[in-house]
């Protein structure tokens, strides 16, 4: 397995201008639509539901089976995307987004048409200001055409998309703080049930679908659900693009397709080519910050892109779909410090547990790493952890109302199954080994 | 008297006409004010308050939970420097110190540390007025950040718009 290329085509064959109308046009772009809109609407969830797709946001949740879960003949209902992109080391749907925003604005149309909803938005991540641009440039486009708006290319379906910009809060990733967000409130998490296919925007119900979710659509109606679906290994059908960073030769984003190891992604010629230096690999993160970290050991390289597998197997998710991979130079402290850093920061402050937990976890790390760690930090740290997610063990508990919380835990499972000597080493020598 | 500019009002009005409830239109409201005025003042909060219907306590409640409104003037170039992990581990730490020392006591130039700019293809990374560089040195950076300053580069509106709107200087 290895490389290949589905969503990113277009990028691929128009690299100077895949984001214009003109590419779009000359590859293909809206006969797709063209196709769906004389379909009816179930038969295109019968044809996402064979492809096998699942969520690029996070969760991996089947895609045909949240549409589903909107409740039949309540209306409005409203399709909104999620562009706010914040999980560290995750930077595909930024390209997406300045890329190719015709295809995500296909992709749209084609969701929007298959559940019964007129109007959708795209919530885009505020800091983006070339992808919010081209977004609502491509969008006037699309407008002209008549691939958006009243009675699109005649088949009596309308559609009203708007782009709504962000203003700086990772939190707002999260489904429900998007929908305050969008509201016009604060981004804080709601208490989930109801969920927002239920109960979503304006109380609404709403889908909440991740910007690669959407882009990969109109490939999925073009080749075919079943086609798309024999793509990939197990439950993890089709392709995904993996934002691979740190320290490989190559960092960038790459459309693999599923099955693929995690040695194949960091180190084929057309990939991550290798690590810096021909260094060893000391830890990687396999799916965005959030998720715990697998090391340079042969079973965890050689493990397949697989949701489940590395879910079941390891105790990790793909999350995100970003590899973040750290040469033996790296200090695993430091790097669990910054994240815990990142979390204390996005920590919307709702709950307790998270508010207070990710500072005192950021404080107790960095005093580590500083070198004025106590010998008991590590086990106070776990027990910090604990009243967030307790147990600490996949699939993680919360005490708290969103995922951020424990997702807050993962650098400090991570450091406890692979790195406690390092960190009694930081304690020690009172210093950290790497600096 | 408005605060909005006559052209401004005309497109806040077609914000707010955009959301099926117009409280959704704060956010870009704000953006737009801040794109008027270069940071997002209690006038300005408080006719949005007025063009959506709610108190002025629940603009700036939304206003002051995100960070890229700026509630005091900070100059005319916001350098936002990433020091997340793909930047921790190839030099983004580094830059931000230069950065700050450079500027420190530059009114027109508001360097601060930011979280993950998904731009880590391109590591250490940062934004001036949300536009991106990449593949930075220390030096570098500040060389971009000159750039702008001499007019060579030009930037957009303090928030990410490609208009060109002259913010006001801070303190003026
Ligand atoms: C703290 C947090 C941040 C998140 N950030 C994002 C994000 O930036 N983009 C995204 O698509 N999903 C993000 N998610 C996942 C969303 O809540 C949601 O599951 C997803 O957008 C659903 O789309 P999908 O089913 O197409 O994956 C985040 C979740 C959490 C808990
Ligand atoms: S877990 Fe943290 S981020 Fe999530 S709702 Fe609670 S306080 Fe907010």
């Not at chain 1, 992604?265 to 830890?283: A, E, S, T």
């Not at chain 1, 697989?306 to 750290?326: E, K, P, R």
Request: with cysteine; hydrophobic share 40%.
């Amino acid at each position: 397995m290895g490389a290949k290329t589905i969503i990113t085509r277009r990028l691929a064959e128009r690299p100077d201008d895949s984001w214009t109308l003109d590419a779009a046009l000359a590859t293909g772009a809206y006969e797709a639509l063209k196709r769906a809109l004389k379909m009816p609407p179930d038969d295109i969830r019968a044809e996402v539901e064979a492809s096998g797709l699942r969520g690029r946001g996070g969760a991996g949740f089947g895609t045909a089976t949240k549409w589903g879960f909107l409740p039949e003949g309540v209306f409005p209902r409203y399709l909104v995307v999620n562009a706010d992109e914040g999980e560290p080391s995750t930077f595909k749907d930024r390209m997406l987004l300045e890329r190719d925003p015709h295809q995500l604005i296909e992709g749209i149309a084609i969701a929007s048409y298959a559940v019964g909803c007129t109007q959708a938005f795209v919530y885009v991540r505020g800091e983006f200001a070339l992808g919010y641009d081209r977004l609502t440039h491509a969008l006037e486009e699309a407008r002209r055409r008549g691939f958006v708006g009243p009675n699109i290319l005649g088949s009596g379906f309308d559609l009203d998309v708007v782009v709504h910009r962000g203003a700086g809060a990772y939190i707002c990733g999260e489904e429900t703080a998007l929908l305050e967000s969008l509201e016009g409130r604060q981004g804080m998490p709601r208490i989930r049930p109801p969920f927002p296919a239920i109960e979503g925007l304006y109380a609404k119900p709403t889908v909440v679908n991740n910007v690669e979710t959407i882009s990969t659509l109109p490939a999925i109606l073009t080749m075919g659900g079943a086609k798309y679906g024999k793509l990939g290994v197990n439950k993890s059908t089709g392709t995904r693009i993996f934002s691979l960073s740190g320290h490989v030769k190559r960092p960038g984003n790459y459309e693999v397709e599923l099955g693929t190891t995690f040695r194949e992604l960091m180190y084929q010629r057309n990939l991550g080519g290798g690590i810096r230096d021909d260094r060893p690999v000391k830890f990687f993160i396999p799916g965005g910050a959030s998720s715990q970290w697998l090391t340079g050991a042969d079973e965890h390289l050689d493990a397949p892109l697989d949701m489940d597998f590395v879910q079941q197997t390891f105790g990790v998710m793909l999350g995100s779909g970003a590899v973040m991979v750290f040469d033996d130079t790296a200090c695993a402290v430091r790097v669990a410090w910054r994240l815990a850093k990142f979390f204390a920061h996005e920590s919307c402050g709702k709950c307790t547990p998270c508010r207070e937990g990710t500072g005192w976890i950021t404080k107790v790390l960095h005093r580590i790493e500083l070198g004025d760690g106590r010998k008991e930090d590590l086990d106070l740290l776990l027990d910090v952890g604990d009243n967030i997610s307790p147990g600490l063990v996949a699939p993680f508990s919360q005490t708290t109302i969103c995922p951020l919380g424990p997702s807050a835990v993962s650098p400090l499972v991570s450091l406890h199954k692979f790195f406690r000597d390092e960190v009694d080493e930081h304690v020690r020598e009172g210093r950290c080994p790497f600096t | 008297m408005s605060f909005f500019t006559e052209e401004n009002r005309q497109k806040a009005g077609s914000i707010v006409e955009r959301y099926p409830v117009r409280r959704s239109a704060v956010m870009p409201l704000l953006h737009l004010a801040q794109d008027q005025e270069g940071w997002v003042s209690g006038e300005a909060m408080r006719e949005i308050a007025d063009l959506v219907g709610i108190e002025p306590a629940q603009v700036l409640g939304t206003c002051a939970f995100y960070t890229m409104y700026k509630r005091e003037p900070v100059g005319a170039l916001v350098v936002s420097v990433c020091t997340n992990v793909s930047c921790l581990v190839t030099g983004g730490p580094e830059i931000h110190q230069a950065l700050r020392e450079q500027y420190a006591d530059d009114p027109e130039v508001y360097v601060e540390e930011v979280e993950c700019l998904a731009a880590c293809g391109g590591a250490p990374a940062i934004q001036v007025n949300y536009e991106f560089h990449e593949h930075l040195t220390p030096e570098s950076a500040v060389e971009v950040v000159e750039a702008y300053k001499r007019g060579d580069r030009k930037a957009r509106t303090l928030s990410g718009t490609p208009v060109a709107i002259v913010p006001t200087k801070a303190g003026a």
